[in-house]
């Protein structure tokens, strides 16, 4: 599957953003989704992740409570809702997707990347 990652810009701290991450193909819905981060110098970090029917949904203890994963197969889209967000929060967004039948957060489970978009929250 082939992604395409949208929707990241600049925003004042406390503001919001909607991610968007668009799938190519027929089976979008055979796959588990999830949202990771890099930061400068930082190691790219697991955000959350949705299901392949979206029912179950997790996420990283730093996002949990602001922000919100969703998909809509009928559109080949899984977005990431982004609410209370912090300058600490300013990376390249990534999606990506796995073929993994249960709940995993591990970088080397997600076989598809999107090419990331940069969010940047000024203080």
């Known amino acids: 599957v082939q992604l395409q990652a949208s929707g990241g810009g600049l925003v004042q701290a406390g503001g919001s953003l909607r991610l968007s991450c668009a799938a190519s193909g027929r089976t979008f819905s055979s796959y588990a989704m999830g949202w990771f981060r890099q930061a400068p110098g930082k190691e790219r970090e697991f955000l959350a992740g949705?299901?392949?029917?979206?029912?179950?949904?997790w996420y990283a203890s730093s996002v949990k409570g602001r922000f919100t994963i969703s998909r809509d197969n009928a559109k080949n889209t899984v977005y990431l809702q982004m609410n209370s967000l912090k300058p600490e929060d300013t990376a390249v967004y990534y999606c990506a997707a796995s073929t993994k039948a249960i709940a995993t957060i591990a970088l080397a489970d997600f076989g598809s990347w999107g090419q990331g978009t940069q969010v940047t929250v000024s203080s």
């Open positions: 949705i299901s392949r029917s979206g029912i179950t949904t």
